[in-house]
């Protein structure tokens, strides 16, 4: 049974930076099979993708909102997804959900995404 946990949400004052992780079990495949993705859902709105990160590392991409800020990485010995967030901003404030894609082209496609995690919040308030 494939289980993807997120950690390491809480909350900040704007400007301050976390890191999420995100770890993976229970796969078919090696977790460098797969694309990994991170989204966000603010209260009241829809689920948003916020960083994909290629199987082997190799290949990121961002949300306009989050470029400059976020960086996503993966270590796949650790079978484990990051994504560091810097220079969080109030409109950050959302529970961040990491998944893995088998599809190579899932991108910030969420209906792309095969596993979900249960998600952690991030709140930035001052």
């Known amino acids: 049974q494939p289980q993807l946990v997120e950690s390491g949400g809480g909350s900040v004052q704007p400007g301050g930076s976390l890191r999420l992780s995100c770890g993976v079990s229970?796969?078919?495949?090696?977790?460098?099979?797969?694309?990994m993705g991170w989204f966000r859902q603010a209260p009241g709105k829809e689920r948003e993708g916020v960083s994909w990160?290629?199987?082997?590392?190799?290949?990121?991409n961002y949300a306009d909102s989050v470029k400059g800020r976020f960086t996503i990485s993966r270590d796949n010995a650790k079978n484990t997804v990051y994504l560091q967030m810097n220079n969080l901003k109030p409109e950050d404030t959302a529970i961040y959900y990491c998944a893995a894609a088998a599809w190579a082209r899932a991108g910030l496609d969420s209906a792309s995404y095969d596993y979900w995690g249960q998600g952690t919040q991030v709140t930035v308030s001052s």
């Open positions: 990160i290629s199987s082997g590392g190799e290949t990121t």
């Open positions: 229970g796969f078919t495949f090696a977790l460098d099979f797969y694309v």
